[in-house]
């Protein structure tokens, strides 16, 4: 139990365009989730902090405007990176927290490239 | 804010060795510790999660241990493979389910 799936596993995308990840929990759900990134040889750091049915919270240093999180049901949340760059190119993953439980699982994550 | 610092950066060692991978953590006040695989290019793979309230957990060839008050955490692979070559990541969490990861270690085990 307790799975969370993340699509896509991988993207290629031009500069300029936007790429949309989804991570959708199949079994529960998950009233928090949380996105991170990794850029090469460094480690994961937390994006942001999604509810569902409110506006996600950013880490510092984050640009709102360009990872669009949405979390509108309690199986979905996404994370759309708009007029993506060379420099986004990373790895991106999710977690889920379990709704009434202390529990989370993470997505299989999303490498991104962006040429 | 929690800090997690992951001793050796890489390592390597010949097959069939035993060997102990290191996790520190500054903030005890912990929910959860997890140990990770993640392989070059790839995502991540759950290996071990320890409740703060347990010591250890094993997997197969895979141990892992957590000392809470002293903000420690090993991961202990019996009998190493060339298979088992790969970045080891430990991630600890609160209750409100952020993690903070460390930055790894990349283990290479030569046939």
């Given amino acids: ?115 | 804010k929690q800090e997690v610092t992951q001793i050796p950066a890489a390592l390597s060692v010949p097959e069939g060795e035993n060997l102990v991978l290191n996790c520190s953590f500054t903030d005890s006040a912990i929910y959860n510790l997890q140990w990770f695989r993640q392989d070059p290019g790839k995502g991540l793979t759950s290996l071990l999660l320890i409740q703060s309230s347990q010591r250890e957990q094993t997997s197969g060839r895979l141990n892992a241990s957590l000392d809470k008050s002293s903000g420690r955490s090993t991961l202990y692979i019996a009998a190493s493979q060339p298979g088992d070559s790969a970045t080891y990541l430990c991630a600890v969490s609160t209750n409100a389910g952020k993690s903070t990861f460390g930055d790894g270690t990349t283990l290479t085990v030569k046939p």
């Fill in chain 1, 1 to 115: 139990g307790a799975v969370v799936s993340q699509h896509p596993s991988w993207v290629i995308c031009k500069s300029g365009t936007s790429v949309k990840i989804e991570c959708r929990s199949l079994d529960f759900q998950a009233t928090t989730m949380f996105w991170y990134r990794q850029f090469p040889k460094q480690s994961l750091m937390l994006m942001a902090t999604s509810n569902e049915g409110s506006k996600a919270t950013y880490e510092q240093g984050v640009e709102k405007d360009k990872f669009l999180i949405n979390h509108a049901s309690l199986t979905l949340s996404t994370l759309t990176v708009t007029s993506a760059h060379p420099e986004d190119s990373s790895f991106y993953i999710c977690s889920a927290r379990w709704t009434g439980n202390y529990g989370y699982t993470f997505g299989s994550g999303t490498r991104l490239t962006v040429v």
